[in-house]
C-alpha cells in the first residue's frame, strides 16, 4: 500500500486546514487507517484512528472536539479535518495503514502543519 498525505501549510491560531492520504495498491476498506504527527525530538504520537470498519473512530485527548477522521472509500481517501488550530498542533502529520489491527503497517512521507500565534 503507498500512501500519499496532501493538505499541509500553514494557517494562523484558529483556523483550519483538511488533510488527505490518498491510497493505492491494497484494499482500502481492509485496513485501519490513522492520522499521526510529530515535532523534532519527540516521539510520533496517535492523533486520530478510524477502524477498518469504518464504525469506530478515536483521538487524542488534546484534538477531541476539534479534529475529525473520515474516510472515502470510492476515492481510497482518509481524512483529517483540523479546527480551531493551534501552535501546539504544529507538526509533521503521518497517514498510517494497517491491514485490519495486526497485519501489515504503511506510512506515507508527511506532511507539515505549521500554525502561527
Known amino acids: 500500500v503507498h500512501l500519499v498525505e496532501s493538505g499541509g501549510g500553514l494557517v494562523q491560531t484558529g483556523g483550519s486546514l483538511r488533510l488527505s492520504c490518498q491510497a493505492s495498491?491494497?484494499?482500502?476498506?481492509?485496513?485501519?487507517m490513522s492520522w499521526f504527527r510529530q515535532t523534532p525530538g519527540k516521539e510520533r504520537e496517535l492523533v486520530a484512528t478510524?477502524?477498518?470498519?469504518?464504525?469506530?473512530?478515536d483521538y487524542v485527548d488534546s484534538v477531541k472536539g476539534r479534529f475529525t477522521i473520515s474516510r472515502d472509500i470510492a476515492k481510497m481517501t482518509v481524512f483529517l479535518e483540523m479546527n480551531s488550530l493551534k501552535p501546539e498542533d504544529t507538526a509533521v502529520y503521518f497517514c498510517?495503514?494497517?491491514?485490519?489491527?495486526?497485519?501489515?503497517?504503511?506510512w506515507g512521507q508527511g506532511t507539515q502543519v505549521t500554525v502561527s500565534s
Open positions: 498510517y495503514a494497517r491491514l485490519y489491527n495486526t497485519g501489515p503497517e504503511y
Open positions: 495498491g491494497g484494499t482500502f476498506s481492509s485496513y485501519t
Open positions: 478510524m477502524s477498518w470498519t469504518g464504525l469506530n473512530t
